[in-house]
């Protein structure tokens, strides 16, 4: 087994967490910095705080190995540039062919097989009532009503249960999922933010022209194309572009939109070429 600070060490750069940011309220950055150098053996207390930081318990911990961490984080990196291209049909087979479910131990872990298992029910099976079902399971382990600083994951999970839950016509939730996800997006530290997040803008302002609300898509739509520039993004930057060109249509700026429209091709095309 591994040294409890290899593997916080190897959980804390999986989830692009410096150690600045793992340590702040907890202990200072060099006591950290021991620790995960073995130099130094934290109190039950720090060690509590680490882990539940890193969404992970004690007892994981001890049951984890640095090269387990590896191959697991390999793993989900193959399903994320699936989930990039949208590529569910690739998301379902290879997480069938890697026996994935049998590597998982860490709550985090687990949060991010029902994401992508839910997206999957959702895109590629048209099964909102069991995406919802996933999505809340993924959810449920490391989320709780009070908690206060979220995770960019958990945040993208509540953002998909609130769209899922629009497409089943249930709006108040699907509103309070999407709004929640909004709020919680402006409480991340901005180093942890990452450009994946774009797509609760588009998630929201999406829900919003469906709603006839136009006004307040457009505030939505428009932060969303700000922060995917500033993030040098393209994640959901064509289906933000194509929302716009629809809002400025309703709006009778037919001219502008098809500036939109374009903008929306393009991206899309880039989107498609892979290295």
Request: charged share 25%.
């Amino acid at each position: 087994m591994d040294s409890f600070g290899a593997v916080i060490k190897e959980i804390r750069k999986n989830r692009k967490l410096t150690q600045k940011m793992l340590s702040e309220d907890i202990c200072s950055q060099s006591v950290l910095s021991r620790i995960e150098n073995n130099e130094e053996l934290p109190n039950v207390v720090v060690m509590q705080q680490i882990c539940q930081r890193l969404g992970v318990t004690v007892d994981q911990i001890m049951q984890f190995k640095s090269e387990e961490v590896r191959l697991v984080t390999q793993i989900f990196e193959k399903i994320a540039d699936y989930f990039r291209h949208k590529e569910y049909g690739k998301i379902m087979n290879y997480m069938k062919d890697t026996q994935i479910e049998e590597r998982l131990h860490l709550d985090t872990d687990w949060q991010r097989y029902y994401y992508y298992l839910g997206s999957c029910k959702f895109y590629l099976c048209n099964d909102y009532e069991q995406a919802i079902l996933d999505l809340k399971k993924g959810l449920s382990y490391t989320y709780q009503a009070n908690k206060v600083n979220l995770s960019d994951f958990e945040i993208q999970v509540i953002s998909c249960i609130g769209s899922t839950y629009a497409r089943i016509g249930q709006t108040s939730e699907a509103e309070r999922h999407l709004r929640l996800s909004i709020h919680y997006f402006h409480k991340l530290p901005n180093k942890r933010v990452t450009a994946e997040l774009t797509k609760i803008f588009y998630n929201y302002s999406k829900f919003l022209s469906d709603q006839q609300r136009l006004e307040e898509a457009q505030i939505y739509i428009d932060q969303g194309i700000v922060w995917s520039r500033n993030r040098n993004s393209y994640y959901y930057l064509s289906e933000l572009f194509q929302l716009k060109s629809q809002l400025l249509i309703v709006k009778g700026l037919a001219e502008k939109a098809e500036e939109y429209q374009v903008l929306s091709k393009q991206i899309h095309r880039i989107e498609t070429i892979k290295i």
